[in-house]
């Protein structure tokens, strides 16, 4: 039987296309360019999470009033299309999008808190990857004005090696693989392992059943 093969080496380095952005450019990239283009997923990872809000859809009547609309919704929109939404957040969501989950009990776009989650990503179909300063939030992403919102840097890319890290990465936390060795686990509001095993135990239960049978 031949040996087994060696796992692949990390590479210490590795030559990527990416695109710098820079401030007001995370909006036009990262939101029209990406967000409203989801076909399938999207994960986000932040430390802060706000009811954000942009500039309406180009070619919207909407954008031609000047009109600025709740980007968490338009996450929601698309959730209910059956896109893969996930958010993995560290803070607590804001007081104003507290309230509109509060209003909405059963937003169908999926939230998990860590509270050691700092990393800023969002991964869109699995294609095009953001990694970068800017949190989910008025100041990081949203329609704040250019002297008065955050200064934000960050890099966009459809490296696949890139994307299967990063990826990876941000679904062994959701997933809670990270938990049992975690140090806050005290202080954490729902260990994401325990959330994995409720998740599970419907699905045990079920096979169970049908092993009786």
Same mark, same amino acid.
């Given at each position: 039987?031949? &040996? ?11 030559? &990527? ?9 995370? &909006?036009?990239?990262?939101?029209? /360019? ?38 968490? $919704? ?24 507290? &309230? ?12 998990? /808190?860590?509270? /050691? ?9 699995? +294609? ?23 200064? $934000? ?13 990063? #990826? ?11 938990? +049992? $060795?975690?140090?806050?686990?005290? #202080? ?7 959330? $994995? /095993? ?16």
């Amino acid at each position: 039987m031949p &040996a087994p093969r060696p796992a692949p080496r990390r590479p210490d380095r590795r030559t &990527a296309a990416i695109r710098l952005l820079r401030d007001a450019e995370h &909006a036009d990239e990262v939101i029209e /360019r990406g967000l409203r283009k989801v076909r399938t997923s999207v994960w986000i990872a932040t430390a802060n999470l706000k009811d954000v809000h942009v500039e309406a859809p180009v070619g919207t009547r909407a954008r031609a009033s000047g009109r600025y609309v709740s980007l968490f $919704e338009e996450l929601e929109q698309a959730a209910n299309r059956n896109i893969d939404v996930r958010i993995l957040h560290a803070g607590p969501p804001s007081r104003v999008l507290t &309230a509109r989950l509060k209003r909405s009990p059963h937003s169908p776009i999926l939230l998990r /808190r860590c509270l /050691r989650v700092h990393l800023k990503m969002i991964a869109i179909d699995g +294609a095009i990857l953001y990694l970068g300063s800017a949190n989910f939030t008025g100041a990081g992403l949203g329609a704040k004005g250019n002297n008065r919102r955050n200064f $934000e840097a960050g890099i966009v890319t459809d490296d696949e090696w890139l994307l299967d890290e990063m #990826q990876s990465t941000f679904d062994t936390i959701w997933t809670g693989k990270r938990c +049992a $060795e975690c140090q806050l686990r005290a #202080q954490c509001p729902k260990p994401l392992d325990e959330i $994995e /095993r409720v998740k599970d135990k419907p699905t045990q239960i079920v096979a169970r059943q049908r092993t009786r049978r």
